[in-house]
T-cell receptor, first 110, second 116 residues
């Protein structure tokens, strides 16, 4: 079992729709969870973090965390073509390292 | 604005030569920086953790004598790829960890290395 699992996609949604990106992790000791966006050919950019069970909203982004199920998700409302990128889920493991999933590629159709 | 800078942004070198990549923390003092490598269509792979004033901690399978890391100050870490070979061609990205409880990491823009 991989440490961090994400559907590689591509996840294709029409402009204005909600994009739902999911991530499961194996390390029960993970306390903080980060979502990064990576455009093709660029480095990752931090967009959200969450450390408590439940939802956390920031603009069009909502992160959801369920530690019992070892599941974290990212919702993007009113998706825009500029949101087309690869989204990386990264739990913080013991030792302060981030473990990255392979990412989900999101394509927003105009 | 940018939190982390990297230099150079791209470099082409001949097989057998060495290449140095610099990573600078612009907004805060970083006792810990990380070096990652990313091959096309693959995820980020942590190579090593760079600690200011001490030796870097390398991940399993990463040759410490080939990838030399120096974290000489609280704002600068360097990665030197020694005796580079074509298989070392990759996208090298550093990150800095913001001090605090959450330990979020901010990435530099990356350095694309091509070894011919």
């Amino acid at each position: 079992q991989k440490e961090v699992e994400q559907n590689s996609g591509p996840l294709s949604v029409p402009e204005g729709a909600i994009a739902s990106l999911n991530c499961t992790y194996s390390d029960r000791g993970s306390q903080s969870f980060f979502w990064y966006r990576q455009y093709s050919g660029k480095s990752p950019e931090l967009i959200m973090f969450i450390y408590s069970n439940g939802d956390k909203e920031d603009g069009r982004f909502t992160a959801q965390l369920n530690k019992a199920s070892q599941y974290v998700s990212l919702l993007i409302r009113d998706s825009q073509p500029s949101d087309s990128a690869t989204y990386l889920c990264a739990p913080k493991s013991s030792g302060d390292k981030l473990t990255f999933g392979t990412g989900t590629r999101l394509a927003v159709r105009p | 604005g940018a939190v982390v800078s990297q230099h150079p942004s791209w470099v082409i070198c001949k097989s057998g030569t060495s290449v140095k990549i610099e990573c600078r923390s612009l907004d805060f003092q970083a006792t810990t920086m990380f070096w990652y490598r990313q091959f096309p269509k693959q995820s980020l792979m942590l190579m090593a953790t760079s600690n200011e004033g001490s030796k870097a901690t390398y991940e399993q399978g990463v040759e410490k004598d080939k990838f030399l890391i120096n974290h000489a100050s609280l704002t600068l870490s360097t990665l030197t790829v020694t005796s580079a070979h074509p298989e070392d061609s990759s996208f090298y990205i550093c990150s800095v960890r913001r001090p605090g409880q959450l330990y979020e990491q901010y990435f530099g823009p990356g350095t694309r290395l091509t070894v011919t």
